[in-house]
């Protein structure tokens, strides 16, 4: 057996795919009373407050299911984007950055954030003015992470961060998505789900950057599925997308889907209401 083949049948028996790391915790803010007044680039309507709150506790009960302790964090209606809290932080097994977020209304998120992760990490970095990063232009794929150039996270910033991870140890490249009108952040058309695989949407899918991947195409109407979470061998997904949890789901991931349309209203995604580490 070669050496990758070992190390996968090991991560098997570990409940991991190749590349991954085992995630304990995660922090999660339920959404406040005027979760509709955040920031949005779509038009779906408005959200339906109580449904929402009942889809949030599903997805941190997924989240428990796939081995997470949560620490849950209290509403903060002084920021109606802040149940999103991805964006606040990159956080690596070998450091965390707390972003500067890219739209105005969302200063001052990172503070609570800030708090309740030097009680784990203790050092921490940050993204400086003029630079501006959201967590959501992030994607983590083992040691090399994908940083998007967006509406939300600057060239000024995605420079600041790549030199971080680089002091980190990690690798990076930067994709500039600010043509493509259809999504909000990076991790609205990919993400990483471990064995080398890419779940990508068309418009991303020709990128040089991703040819050393498995890319898992989205099938078209399906787009927003494309931000699902891989967590230990587990994949969460957004219901209602059928194609793409059957791809996964012959891939050999055990795939929970869940009801996300009051968060999709608001232009979020699963990966958007976590911080895992």
Same mark, same amino acid.
């Given at each position: 057996?070669?050496?990758?083949?070992?190390?996968?049948?090991?991560?098997?028996?570990?409940?991991?795919?190749?590349?991954?790391?085992?995630?304990?915790?995660?922090?999660?803010?339920?959404?406040?009373?005027?979760?509709?007044?955040?920031?949005?680039?779509?038009?779906?309507?408005?959200?339906?407050?109580?449904?929402?709150?009942?889809?949030?506790?599903?997805?941190?009960?997924?989240?428990?299911?796939?081995?997470?302790?949560?620490?849950?964090?209290?509403?903060?209606?002084?920021?109606?984007?802040?149940?999103?809290?991805?964006?606040?932080? #990159?956080?690596?097994? &070998?450091? @965390? !950055? %707390?972003?500067? /977020?890219?739209?105005?209304?969302?200063?001052?998120?990172? +503070?609570? *954030?800030?708090?309740?992760?030097?009680?784990?990490?203790?050092?921490?970095?940050?993204?400086?003015?003029?630079?501006?990063?959201?967590?959501?232009?992030?994607?983590?794929?083992?040691?090399?992470?994908?940083?998007?150039?967006?509406?939300?996270?600057?060239?000024?910033?995605?420079?600041?961060?790549?030199?971080?991870?680089?002091?980190?140890?990690?690798?990076?490249?930067?994709?500039?998505?600010?043509?493509?009108?259809?999504?909000?952040?990076?991790?609205?058309?990919?993400?990483? #789900?471990?064995?080398? &695989?890419? @779940? !990508? %949407?068309?418009? /991303?899918?020709?990128?040089?950057?991703?040819?050393?991947? +498995?890319? *898992?195409?989205?099938?078209?109407?399906?787009?927003?599925?494309?931000?699902?979470?891989?967590?230990?061998?587990?994949?969460?997904?957004?219901?209602?997308?059928?194609?793409?949890?059957?791809?996964?789901?012959?891939?050999?991931?055990?795939?929970?889907?869940?009801?996300?349309?009051?968060?999709?209203?608001?232009?979020?995604?699963?990966?958007?209401?976590?911080?895992?580490?």
């Amino acid at each position: 057996m070669s050496h990758q083949g070992g190390e996968a049948a090991t991560n098997r028996l570990l409940g991991q795919r190749l590349g991954s790391t085992v995630l304990t915790k995660a922090i999660v803010r339920e959404p406040g009373r005027n979760f509709s007044s955040g920031e949005t680039t779509v038009d779906l309507g408005n959200p339906d407050y109580e449904l929402a709150l009942r889809q949030h506790e599903a997805y941190c009960h997924a989240l428990e299911s796939c081995g997470l302790q949560l620490i849950r964090l209290n509403a903060d209606e002084r920021f109606p984007d802040s149940t999103f809290v991805e964006d606040t932080a #990159i956080v690596t097994d &070998r450091g @965390v !950055v %707390i972003t500067r /977020l890219g739209a105005a209304s969302r200063a001052g998120e990172t +503070e609570e *954030i800030r708090r309740e992760l030097v009680n784990h990490y203790g050092e921490l970095n940050t993204i400086d003015a003029p630079g501006t990063v959201d967590g959501g232009d992030v994607c983590e794929a083992g040691k090399h992470f994908f940083i998007g150039i967006s509406r939300r996270t600057n060239e000024a910033g995605a420079g600041q961060l790549a030199r971080l991870l680089e002091s980190f140890g990690f690798s990076s490249s930067l994709i500039d998505i600010r043509g493509l009108g259809n999504i909000l952040h990076l991790k609205s058309g990919m993400a990483w #789900i471990g064995d080398n &695989r890419l @779940v !990508v %949407i068309d418009a /991303l899918s020709r990128l040089k950057e991703f040819s050393p991947y +498995e890319l *898992i195409h989205v099938n078209s109407g399906e787009d927003y599925a494309a931000n699902c979470v891989f967590i230990n061998d587990r994949m969460l997904v957004a219901a209602g997308f059928p194609a793409l949890k059957r791809q996964l789901e012959d891939l050999n991931y055990q795939a929970i889907a869940l009801e996300m349309s009051e968060f999709q209203k608001m232009d979020g995604g699963l990966s958007c209401l976590s911080l895992r580490f």
